[in-house]
């Protein structure tokens, strides 16, 4: 009996201890997902005044570039962005899911993928994508250089390649710090109005059409100039949606953890009581027969 209340004990030691690492984890997701929200907001501005200069070019003056329009093909280029580490939840099986309804949905169309984070990996081999390229060093929160070299990546390859209809990103958006939905949402070629849309940013225009600009060198130049960096921002928006939405759902898998933690912990503590109580119990018994023996 007394082997059996060490036992217990070891046991709620241990979980004790995973309590206290879930909690920490837990704390420190909810950190940076409320740092991934600060730059995804800080960019907003940006972003938005770019997707201005950009309709007022490619819609009312009927500009246009490579990366607006749209063409035909038989590949589709997919951008998945996932997750380094595990204990996120559902995290990366919500987008792999997304991801095997894309390729079920197309079946005519060759998918290839390039991935971001090493869980990505995993999901492009496991719907037997092959991977043209992988960016699994990522810093945690995505600085200029990194963002710039993945869309090098991707347009590269899109502009050598005319067979690709399309480039996809399978990402998870951010709703809140209680909701987040994965889903595969087109790049490029660009729409402005879906791309607002997704970011959040419909309906925020104040529809000035820059008629009193004069544009330097000529329009054409301006515009050749914005479609890339607004392709940027889009795909830095995109990776801090996934990043937010990451953490987001480490702190719920962390908090369920801790709760599960401490209900484990509240039953090893009756069943030690229980058991501390039986061995006191024969004790006494044993005292009681033994004194009657001797009597």
Not at 13 to 21: A, H, R, T, W
């Amino acid at each position: 009996m007394a082997m059996q209340t060490k036992t217990i004990k070891h046991k709620m030691q241990s979980v004790q201890n995973i309590g206290k690492i879930t909690k920490a984890m837990e704390m420190i997701s909810v950190s940076k997902m409320k740092k991934s929200i600060e730059k995804r907001g800080a960019s907003h501005i940006f972003a938005q005044r770019s997707f201005e200069l950009l309709e007022n070019l490619h819609i009312h003056k009927q500009l246009t570039h490579p990366y607006l329009e749209s063409r035909k093909g038989t590949k589709v280029l997919m951008l998945i962005i996932a997750s380094n580490k595990g204990l996120c939840g559902g995290y990366n099986m919500n987008v792999s899911k997304q991801v095997t309804r894309f390729v079920q949905d197309n079946p005519k169309l060759v998918v290839d993928a390039i991935v971001v984070g090493k869980q990505s990996e995993k999901i492009a081999k496991r719907n037997q994508l092959q991977v043209v390229a992988s960016f699994t060093e990522f810093s945690d929160y995505f600085t200029a250089g990194e963002v710039r070299s993945l869309l090098h990546a991707i347009t590269e390859r899109y502009s050598q390649d005319e067979s690709y209809k399309e480039v996809v990103i399978a990402y998870t958006n951010f709703v809140s710090s209680l909701s987040f939905e994965a889903q595969v949402t087109p790049m490029i070629p660009l729409q402005v109005d879906k791309a607002q849309k997704l970011l959040g940013m419909e309906g925020v225009s104040d529809k000035r059409k820059f008629a009193q600009y004069t544009f330097e060198p000529n329009e054409q130049e301006v515009l050749d100039s914005v479609v890339p960096s607004v392709l940027m921002t889009v795909l830095y928006q995109f990776l801090l949606e996934s990043l937010a939405s990451e953490h987001s759902a480490r702190v719920m898998a962390m908090r369920n953890a801790s709760d599960n933690a401490g209900e484990l912990l509240e039953d090893l503590r009756l069943n030690y009581n229980r058991a501390r109580q039986a061995a006191i119990t024969q004790e006494i018994a044993e005292i009681v027969g033994g004194s009657s023996a001797m009597s």
